[in-house]
């Protein structure tokens, strides 16, 4: 499996934007880029993916590199509820697609 | 139901027992996922099954473990034997399709003592 290498915490304050990096060198033609965040104590929540253009969805925008090898997760102005871990993840395309494979992620933590 | 629901959402069981673990995803979704996450770690893969294709069972750590989807529809988990290590919570996600994003259900804590 593709893998991807994102930091392990970061730090934000309230109302001001996120910006989450995620590489990701070993991706293949037919990977799509995952966004997940996890609040304590719940499960994984989805939050966008792509595959080679930007993204904009009522959660978030994903920026992805032209050679697709890292890709940025942007919160516009960040909230204490976004606190969370958030994994970058790729997932097979084609006829293999589906299986989603966690890493460690990124410990946001957002100050007020 | 909105969401998908498992059940149930806390499980404490002796060690040797067998225990089922239930998943019901969001109607009409077609992929179904289970996944587990010890305490502090990272989601480990278990089993995939999508439509009428055969599972991947590539992630079930041990031949104790087995997972069946009836009708395309409810998914249960069964752990046979439990051990002290299969101590963790267990995810069910479910998507309509496989370019979509996947809803998790809140888990179901398994503690085995």
């Known amino acids: 499996d593709a893998k991807t290498t994102q930091p392990n915490s970061m730090e934000s304050n309230e109302e001001e934007p996120v910006h989450l990096p995620c590489n990701h060198s070993?991706?293949?033609?037919?990977?799509?880029i995952h966004w997940y965040r996890q609040l304590p104590s719940q499960g994984p929540e989805y939050v966008i993916h792509?595959?080679?253009s930007n993204v904009n969805n009522r959660m978030a925008s994903l920026a992805i590199a032209e050679d697709r090898k890292s890709s940025t997760l942007i919160l516009h102005r960040a909230t204490l509820r976004d606190a969370a871990v958030y994994y970058c993840?790729?997932?097979?395309?084609?006829?293999?697609?589906?299986?989603?494979?966690f890493g460690q992620g990124t410990i946001l933590t957002v100050h007020p | 139901g909105a969401g998908v629901s498992q059940s149930p959402s806390n499980k404490v069981t002796e060690k040797g027992k067998d225990v089922e673990l239930r998943c019901d995803p969001i109607?009409?979704?077609?992929?179904l996922y289970w996944y587990r996450q010890s305490l502090g770690q990272g989601l480990e893969f278990l089993i995939y099954?999508?439509?009428?294709?055969?599972?991947?069972k590539s992630g079930l750590p041990s031949d104790r473990f087995s997972a069946e989807r009836t009708g395309g529809s409810v998914s249960t988990l069964t752990i046979q034997r439990t051990q002290q290590e299969d101590s963790a919570v267990y995810l069910c996600?479910?998507?309509?399709?496989?370019?979509?994003?996947?809803?998790f259900g809140s888990g179901t804590r398994l503690t085995v003592v």
């Open positions: 993840i790729l997932g097979a395309g084609g006829t293999s697609y589906g299986k989603l494979t």
């Open positions: 792509g595959l080679t």
């Open positions: 070993t991706i293949s033609g037919t990977d799509y």
């Open positions: 109607s009409g979704h077609t992929a």
């Open positions: 099954f999508q439509g009428n294709s055969a599972p991947d």
């Open positions: 996600a479910s998507s309509p399709d496989r370019a979509l994003g996947y809803t």
